[in-house]
């Protein structure tokens, strides 16, 4: 059964940090792009980071100096390190993957696995 579940959300304050994970089982993430997303509520889900099947990192221009995407093969593991966080960062953050082998992309269309999503909370 294929599956990606994300973990790490909660309540930081501004300014902390956390540690997303996706974990996929029923397949070799070493052979999908993998994206985070978030929406926040009454807003659209955007794309927030994403990482190539050949180490390729994109990010969104809010989040390129804070987030960080990175792959743990062994672990069959993506994760989103998130430092620096502001409100504005408060969304649930979900991920998802797609098989390519060609680079990866920030809009919702390719992805067709997707988890169900990780509460992140930045507030004072």
């Known amino acids: 059964q294929v599956q990606l579940v994300e973990s790490g959300g909660g309540l930081v304050q501004p300014g902390g940090s956390l540690r997303l994970s996706c974990a996929a089982s029923?397949?070799?993430?070493?052979?999908?792009?993998i994206g985070w997303f978030r929406q926040a509520p009454g807003k659209e889900r955007e794309g927030v980071s994403c990482?190539?099947?050949?180490?390729?990192?994109y990010y969104e221009d809010s989040v390129s100096r804070r987030f960080t995407i990175s792959r743990d093969n062994a672990e069959n593991t993506v994760y989103l390190q998130m430092n620096s966080l502001k409100p504005e960062d408060t969304a649930v953050y979900y991920c998802?993957?797609?098989?390519?082998?060609?680079?990866?992309?920030?809009?919702?269309?390719?992805?067709?696995?997707w988890g169900r999503g990780t509460q992140v909370t930045v507030s004072s």
């Open positions: 029923g397949f070799n993430l070493d052979y999908y792009a």
């Open positions: 990482l190539s099947s050949d180490g390729s990192t």
């Open positions: 998802a993957a797609h098989m390519t082998y060609r680079g990866c992309t920030l809009t919702r269309a390719p992805y067709n696995y």
